[in-house]
C-alpha cells in the first residue's frame, strides 16, 4: 500500500467532502476549499470574500492563490498539523494536511479573514497586489468589508475538522483496502475471513456527516453564548468519539469502557436538546469488567434518542441498567419514553435486509449488534425488543458474565 501513489480523488468520495466542506462554511462563516497536493481546488469553494474573488480574476492572482495555497498545504504537512498564515494577498488562512499512511494528499484551506491581533494596513494591501492590473479602490473597498475575527475561535474549528477530514480519508483507505483484497485473494475461506474483519472496520468508521454537522452547530452555538468550559467539553466529548472509532482496538471490551463511550455520545446530545431528554444510569459495579463487543450499546442508545425521544414533542426519559441475572449472565436494558414503534417493524429490525439500516454515528444497525453478539457468544445471546406505540420502547441485551 505504502509503495503506491494515491491520488486524494482517487481515495476519498468528493461529495462528502464538499458536503462538509459546505457545512462547515455555513456553520463558522469562514471561507472553505479542499485542494489537491498541488494547489488545485477539488471541491467547488464556498464562501469566498469579494475581495478574493477578486484577486482570483486576475490570471497572475489566480496563479499566486494556487501557489499560497500549494505552500501552505507542505508547510501543514511538515508541522503535521493546523498551519495558521498569511497567504499573498493579505488575509490570514488556515490550512491542515489530509494525510493518509504519511503520505500528504492535500489540504483543507479556509479563513480569508483578519484577525484582531495581525492586521494589515490598506497601504501594506496596496504594495502586495500592485502588480495584479486590478483597480486598487475597488480592492481596498473589498478589505474593509471582511470581518475581523478572533485567532483562538478560528483555530478551535480549524482543529476539529482537521480530526473529521482525516477520518474520512481513512473510511476511503478502508474501502480501497477491500477492493484490493477481493481481487489479490485466491483462496475463498481466507478471502471471507479477511472480508468479515474489513467489514466490521468499515461499519465501524461510519460516523455520518450529519451527526457532525448538529455537533459542529452545537459549538458554534455555545462558542457565542458562553466564554468556554461548556464548549470545550463538548468538543472534547465529540473529539474522543472520531478517536475511538477510528483506533485499531480489539473487537471486545469490557463493559465499563462502552459505558463511557455512551456517557461521551449522551453528552452531546444532551446539549442539543437541553430539557428536551433526561439520562439515568443503574449499573452493578460487580459487572462493569464484563466483555462484550465492542460498540454494541451506542447503537441502541442512538436509535431510541432518534427514531424515539427526538420525534416526541415532550422529549423523553432514557433508562440504561445493567445487572447479573440468576443465570450468571448480564442483563443490559436500555429503556426510553418515546414514541415507540409496531410488532411489524421490531421483525423488520430483525431481517438481514434491514441490517444496512446503520446509525448516524457508528454505522451499525440494530441488526448487526444483535448478529455480532451471537458471533461472539452463541445463539442464546443477543437482544429483545418490546415496544408499545406512543409509550416507549425497551431493548433487553444479554451476554454472558466474563470476568
Not at 244 to 259: A, R
Not at 341 to 351: C, K
Request: charge should be neutral; include cysteine.
Amino acid at each position: 500500500m505504502n509503495s503506491v501513489v494515491l491520488l486524494l480523488e482517487e481515495i476519498i468520495d468528493i461529495n462528502i467532502l464538499q458536503e462538509i466542506q459546505d457545512k462547515f462554511a455555513e456553520a463558522t462563516g469562514l471561507a472553505s476549499v479542499i485542494t489537491n497536493s498541488e494547489g488545485k481546488p477539488v471541491t467547488v469553494p464556498c464562501n469566498f470574500s469579494k475581495f478574493c474573488k477578486y484577486i482570483r480574476s486576475s490570471e497572475l492572482g489566480f496563479k499566486r492563490c494556487v501557489e499560497s495555497d500549494a505552500k501552505a498545504g507542505k508547510e501543514a504537512f511538515r508541522k503535521g498539523t493546523t498551519f495558521a498564515y498569511t497567504c499573498h494577498a493579505g488575509l490570514t488562512d488556515l490550512a491542515f494536511p489530509i494525510i493518509v499512511n504519511n503520505q500528504y494528499m492535500g489540504v483543507f484551506l479556509c479563513g480569508q479573514v483578519r484577525l484582531s491581533q495581525n492586521t494589515i494596513n490598506p497601504q501594506e494591501i496596496i504594495k502586495r497586489n500592485s502588480e495584479l492590473g486590478l483597480e486598487m479602490d475597488i480592492l481596498i473597498e473589498n478589505y474593509s468589508e471582511i470581518e475581523i475575527i478572533n485567532e483562538n475561535k478560528v483555530k478551535s474549528f480549524a482543529e476539529l475538522l482537521m480530526l473529521i477530514t482525516n477520518y474520512i480519508v481513512k473510511m476511503g483507505i478502508v474501502n480501497i483496502v477491500q477492493q484490493q483484497l477481493m481481487s489479490e485473494m485466491k483462496a475463498k475461506v481466507e478471502l471471507e475471513k479477511i472480508l468479515r474483519e474489513t467489514e466490521y472496520k468499515a461499519l465501524k468508521s461510519q460516523i455520518n456527516p450529519h451527526f457532525l454537522f448538529n455537533s459542529l452547530n452545537i459549538i458554534v452555538s455555545l462558542a457565542n453564548l458562553e466564554e468556554a468550559p461548556k464548549t470545550q467539553e463538548v468538543a472534547h466529548a465529540l473529539s474522543e468519539l472520531l478517536r475511538n472509532s477510528l483506533k485499531s482496538i480489539d473487537k471486545i471490551m469490557n463493559l465499563e469502557e462502552e459505558i463511557n463511550y455512551v456517557k461521551k455520545y449522551l453528552l452531546i446530545q444532551e446539549t442539543r436538546f437541553r430539557d428536551r431528554i433526561s439520562v439515568f444510569f443503574d449499573l452493578d459495579e460487580k459487572i462493569m469488567k464484563t466483555k462484550l463487543p465492542a460498540m454494541t450499546l451506542q447503537p441502541i442508545v442512538e436509535n431510541a434518542i432518534v427514531h424515539g425521544i427526538e420525534p416526541n414533542k415532550v422529549g423523553g426519559v432514557l433508562r440504561i441498567t445493567a445487572i447479573l441475572n440468576n443465570n450468571n449472565d448480564v442483563e443490559i436494558e436500555i429503556t426510553d419514553t418515546g414514541l415507540g414503534m409496531s410488532r411489524s417493524l421490531i421483525n423488520q429490525i430483525f431481517s438481514e435486509k434491514y441490517s444496512n439500516q446503520g446509525g448516524h454515528v457508528t454505522g451499525l444497525g440494530i441488526y448487526n449488534v444483535h448478529r455480532r453478539i451471537q458471533y461472539h457468544f452463541g445463539e442464546k445471546y443477543g437482544l429483545q425488543i418490546e415496544s408499545r406505540i406512543n409509550y416507549g420502547t425497551r431493548v433487553r441485551l444479554m451476554i454472558p458474565f466474563i470476568e
